[in-house]
């Protein structure tokens, strides 16, 4: 039975093995992987269930809604490229070149490039948690984050490229474009909360 993977382009490909056992070395690669997301609110869980007889009221007050928010945003960021950075891309990397050239892609290095792209989209929905955490230790206001808005956006232009595996123009916008709405929306939430 031969399993296909679809593009957003409309095209279907199927990735190749090149080395003896690849397909099963990069399956068992993304199964933990699998396993180890699917397992980090458990862990995490056990994680604070441990450390929070040592804390203050204060501190579990501010923590447990900041762990939280971090995994939801985590796993937003997560499904933000999946179903949307990852069809960009690859509708991108099918189709330049189609002409010319036949993609033919490893499958380890189409799954490292999913997971990639995936694993620093998550990190990157995880700009509000990162803001709220210096404003509450007063490193920065957020009239301070607001007044140095024109050098995020450059900053995120950055960010994009190299945090996206991929040097298609699309994935990057549809990246700078989340990582500056999730900043102005740090910036919201800590206009709300009066920091």
Known sequence: METCT?????????????APG???FTSFKVTLYCGLLLSSPILIYQII??????LTKREKQ???PI???GLLLFFLGILFGYFVLVPAALAFFISYGADVIEPLW???QYCDFILLLLLSTGLAFEIPVIQIILSLLGIISSKQMLSIWRYVVVLST????????STD?????????????????GIGILFFIGK
């Open 106 to 108: 490893s499958f380890e």
């Open 62 to 64: 501010i923590l447990i």
């Open 169 to 185: 123009p699309i994935t990057q916008t549809l990246f700078t474009v989340a990582v500056l709405l999730l900043y102005f929306s």
């Open 49 to 54: 269930g441990f450390a929070a007889p040592g």
């Open 6 to 18: 679809y593009s957003s382009c409309g095209e279907y490909f199927l990735p190749n093995q090149l």
């Open 67 to 69: 762990t939280i928010g």
């Open 22 to 24: 690849e397909y099963f």
């Open 158 to 165: 950055v960010i994009a490229a190299i945090l996206t595996p």
